[in-house]
Structure formats: C-alpha cells, structure tokens
C-alpha cells in the first residue's frame, strides 16, 4: 500500500474510533443512564461531535486524497490502485466534501433551527396546531435549500438531499421506481380489502415480558447473531447501533399485549446487526470508511428481509413455532401455525406509517416522497401541506386523518431537517425483495431449508453478497453486482402479491 494511503487509514481509523466512542455515550444514554445525567452527558457528546469533525476537516486529508489522484469528479483517484483502494477513496472523498463543504456558519444555524423545530413540532403535534409548526417547517426547507447548495452546486436541490442517504438516486431514479410500485401497490390493496378479514385478536392476548425476552434470546440465537460480538436491552425504541466492529449492540421493547412487536423488532434489528457484523473488507481496511453500509436503504433490506420475508413466512414458522408457544404460554392454545402466519400478515390501511403492515407501508413512504418533491421544487406551499396531505391519504390509502396529529405531524423526520430520508424505508423493502429473488435462483433449495429449521443458507448468502463489501459498492451498483439486474419493484410486488393471495385467498 501506498505511504499516502496508508497515513489517510490512520487519519481515517482515528475519526472511526471517535464516532464509535460517541456510540457508546449515546447507547448508555438510552438504555442504563440515570435520568439527571442527561445535562453532562449532552456536552460530552457535543465535545465528541466538535473532535470527529475536526478530525475529518483535516486539510491532511485533503492534501492525500489529491495525492492519490482523488478529486471530486474522479473520486476513485489513481487508476492504477487496487479496486478495493479505489473504492475506499471514493468512500473517504464523499465524506470529506461532505463535511468540508458546509460552512460553519449554516451548521451552526441548521443546530439551532433544528432544536427549536423538533421542540415545536412535538408541541405541535401534541396539540394538533400544524400552523405552529409550519414557520419551522419553512425555515427547515430554507436552510436545506442552502446545504444542498453547498453540497452540489448547480444541482437540483432535491436531488442532492436524497444522495445523501441514498448514494448515487435521484428525484428522477426514485420517481421512476415508485410510478409502477405506487400503481400495482394501490391495485393489490384494493384486492385484499375486498375479502374477508382474517382473525388476529389472539395476539392481544397478555404474555409476560420475561417470557417475551426468553423469545427475544431465543430468536437471536436463531438467526446466528453472536453473543460475544453483541447484545439485546430494552428501550422505547427499538434501535442497532454499532460501538465497535466487534460490538453491534440491539434493543426491543415489550408491550404485555402485543408480544409480536418485540419478536418482529428483535428479527428486525437482529437483521440490522447481522448486517454490521458481516462488512468484512481486507484487513487493511478495517475499522474505515469502507466498514460502512452500502447506504440507509441497504441497510433496511437487510432487516426487513429477515422480519418479512423470513420472519413472516409459513416456511420459517413451521418448524418454529411449537417453540414459540412453549415460550408464549397460554396465549397461543388453541392457535395453528396457519392461523399465526394469517394474523402476523394482516392488511389494513391505516394511518400511521410505523404501524403499517408490509402492503400499505410503501403507500405511506411515496406519498411523502411526492410532497416532498413538491414543497423543496417550490411547488407546494408550507401552508398547503396538510390538505396536500389529507387528499393524498385519501387517493391512495381510501382514508382521510382526522386531523394533522395523525396526518401530517406524526412524522419527526421534516421537523429534523432530514428531508430525502423517507425514499430509503421503501427502497429497502424493494432491494429485499430483488436480493431474495436472487437468493432462491442461486439456492433452489433455500426455502426446504428453511422449512426443515435451518435459516444459515441465508445468512451465508448474505454475507457473501451483500455484507462483506460494505460501502464498497453504491446501492445502485450492489443491487446490479448481485442480481444483474437494475432495481425493479417488480420483484416486491411479485413477492406480495404470491404472499397476500396466499393470506387472504385471491
Ligand atoms: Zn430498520
């Protein structure tokens, strides 16, 4: 390796450990911190947050990038580098502009406003009062105007809010994904609600938090999540965070009347952390920038693939679910596997996009997509938003929020300026959808495996395919690189519709 790459690793695996550190902090704040620590410990992350830019900012870093050839419109640098160093460069030159771009007047300004905006829009929300929000919400799409100016000059501003999260998409690469998913998606939904309902109530039968944690452990172990490289707590919101490459902690929460939230968010996060623990890239490059996730959407597929598509189906219950109500208690008398894997796949339209079900989720994530587009092209104004809103629930959804509580404030993400995020919820399901396509074509005999209780055929596949690289490939490129083929909703709206017919028998 070459001496220039070798210091920007150093510099590079020093900003990795900071970050790391700032896990830990922000871990233990979620899970065991007493309550009154909370003033210190948010100078201490801020301390940490001031180093890891400042350790990123380096003009060092700069000047090594440009010494191995890498620039902002070749960001690969030097053609005769390895393709792993290659990769790794593109990886360090897009986090490097990225910091480097914004001054530190409008980051300053975007803390600020966001503080204020989170804080109003939870009092908006609260109070269902979307007019005290709405000058926040302003401020928020200004300010992101002016970042994405910085970001990518002369570029359409949407545009370079969504590559942030999703490296390498477009307005126009998403809108031509979600055109057919938002047409066959509505289709499909219409077809469901027009046959009977299937039965869940038993699921809301009381079952003990301990035994919910004996069936949290019991999963975990399950799906291959190893014990010495991680951990499962409680919080009120299940979340993976990464504190080390040998530490990707879990948590889930227990609700004593629906015990089937933390089995599906512990398969959900166990996805999320299998993920982090199998980016294995040279040795030279670990604990890098190439130890990274492809992209948020990426990610997403993998938990989603492991809570939907396995963790919902017939196949994997077969053989598991005698187990499961060993565990469950007296909840689960009485109840078939056939009649769990109906009730666990329920469709309904409702509201909320956290408590949708597989079907109408994506219906949740385009219509913010589309109202997103509109207010950042200028097209729809803040104070227009709620009816925007509540017409387009009403199009795709066929109901109507009664209000902008359960409209369009229930949502943090806008309020935080994270605008461009929503995209990734349903590209992950897409990409899940495609990989597992893939999966069953490479492996025919994937599902009988499963079905005989042996789930490690598809964590191999995924190690080998989609974990391993990390952040050497862009989504767009991995999803090629794997399947040969560009990202198609097809494959998800084939998956659903063998699933559903299936469920509610069309
Ligand atoms: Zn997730």
Redesign the pocket.
């Known amino acids: 390796m070459r001496t220039e790459l070798e210091r920007l690793v150093a510099l590079d695996r020093e900003q990795v450990l900071v970050a790391h550190i700032q896990a830990v902090l922000g871990w233990d704040q979620e899970t065991y911190m007493p309550p009154k620590a909370i003033e210190e410990r948010a100078e201490q992350l801020a301390l940490l947050e001031g180093i890891s830019h400042e350790k990123l900012v380096n003009s060092e870093i700069g000047r090594l990038l440009e010494a191995l050839g890498s620039t902002t419109e070749r960001p690969q640098g030097d053609p005769s580098l390895a393709p792993e160093e290659r990769a790794y460069l593109r990886a360090m030159r897009r986090a490097y502009d990225q910091a480097t771009r914004l001054p530190a007047e409008l980051v300053t300004e975007l803390a600020r406003a966001t503080s204020l905006s989170q804080a109003a829009w939870a009092e908006a929300r609260e109070k269902n009062d979307f007019s005290a929000f709405a000058p926040h919400l302003e401020k928020m799409l200004e300010l992101n105007k002016r970042k994405a100016a910085y970001l990518g000059p002369g570029k359409k501003p949407y545009d370079v809010l969504l590559d942030l999260y999703e490296p390498g998409s477009t307005e126009e690469s998403i809108a031509a994904v979600f055109a057919s998913l938002r047409r066959d998606l509505v289709a499909l939904l219409a077809k469901i609600t027009a046959r009977p309902q299937v039965d869940d109530s038993f699921l809301l039968r009381k079952v003990e938090a301990e035994r919910q944690a004996k069936m949290s452990e019991w999963l975990m172990h399950l799906l291959a999540y190893d014990e010495g490289r991680g951990r499962l707590d409680t919080t009120a919101h299940p979340f993976t965070t990464t504190l080390g490459t040998d530490d990707v902690r879990i948590t889930t929460r227990y609700l004593e009347h629906l015990f089937t939230s933390s089995v599906f968010s512990t398969i959900?996060e166990t996805g999320?952390a299998l993920y982090e623990l199998g980016i294995a890239p040279s040795p030279e490059f670990r604990r890098t920038k190439l130890s990274e996730a492809s992209s948020m959407a990426i990610?997403?597929s993998q938990?989603r693939l492991w809570e939907n598509t396995i963790g919902r189906s017939l196949s994997f219950w077969k053989p598991n679910f005698a187990k499961l109500k060993t565990l469950a208690g007296p909840a689960l008398d009485g109840v078939s596997v056939d009649a769990f894997v109906r009730a666990i796949n329920k469709v309904e339209p409702s509201l909320i996009r956290t408590e949708a079900d597989e079907v109408t989720y994506g219906i949740h994530v385009i219509l913010r997509f589309e109202l997103e587009a509109e207010l950042m092209a200028g097209r729809l104004a803040v104070k227009d938003l709620p009816a925007a809103w509540n017409a387009k629930a009403k199009e795709l959804l066929g109901i109507e929020p009664p209000n902008d509580t359960k409209g369009c404030l229930q949502d943090i993400h806008w309020s935080m300026g994270a605008i461009g995020y929503f995209p990734s919820y349903a590209l992950g399901n897409l990409y899940a959808a495609q990989f597992w396509a893939k999966m069953r074509k490479d492996k025919p005999e994937i599902e009988a495996q499963i079905e005989a209780g042996d789930v490690a055929p598809v964590l191999s596949w995924l190690r080998e395919n989609i974990h391993k690289p990390g952040a050497a490939y862009l989504p767009g490129e991995l999803v090629e690189r794997v399947t040969g083929e560009k990202l198609d909703a097809r494959y998800f709206i084939e998956y659903l519709t063998d699933k559903y017919s299936k469920v509610y028998g069309f």
């Open positions: 959900h999320h990610h997403e938990s």
